[in-house]
């Protein structure tokens, strides 16, 4: 906000020097925003797991993610793209079936039920978006837990059931 104001103001100086050092200082700022959310996001479950303080929890997040980087990482792919497919399957689903409920139902009075069922399926994207966002912090939350519950009980965990801790061996072993 306050770069796009000090950029109306300037606009008469330097044009293109303007313009390449604002769009630098917004791509920036965007990276630093980025990272905060990620940083608050991760904080706010380490203080609901642990308890900790915020300043702390974050820290411990931090750390906890950076010791496990790779499985984070590709835990943090799989997870988004179950997420995205998940959206996509609830709004076709919802369009499909949407469509033909009203193709059906007021297939007499409407010209057609395509700009219809657009609306409900944006709809149904948001609605979607905020539902699978809390499924999406549960998986983050659930990938913490474990990996710092096979930190703090390297021998095996009491929370592990067996069969999990089989197939984790197993794959360890290949």
């Known amino acids: 906000m306050f770069l796009t104001l000090l950029d109306l103001t300037f606009n008469k100086f330097l044009y293109f020097k303007r ?6 200082c917004q791509c920036l700022l965007c990276c630093v925003e980025r990272c905060l959310k ?18 702390k929890a974050a820290r411990e997040a931090f750390f906890l993610i950076l010791r496990n980087a790779a499985r984070m990482f590709a835990m943090g792919i799989v997870s988004e793209l179950a997420v995205i497919f998940c959206k996509l399957f609830v709004v076709l689903s919802i369009a ?3 469509f033909f409920a009203l ?17 409900i399926s944006i709809i149904a994207w948001f609605i979607a978006d905020m539902f699978l ?42």
């Open 103 to 119: 193709q059906l139902l007021y297939g007499d009075y409407l010209y057609s039920p395509l700009g219809v069922t657009i609306f």
């Open 38 to 55: 990620f940083i608050n996001k991760n904080a706010y479950i380490q203080t609901a797991v642990f308890g900790h303080s915020f300043c």
């Open 133 to 174: 966002g809390v499924f999406g912090i549960a998986i983050t939350t659930i990938m913490q837990c474990f990996v710092a519950d096979e930190e703090m009980y390297p021998q095996g965990s009491y929370f592990v059931p067996d069969e999990l801790e089989a197939f984790l061996k197993q794959i360890e072993a290949k």
């Open 19 to 24: 313009r390449c050092c604002m769009c630098c």
């Open 96 to 98: 499909v079936s949407s």
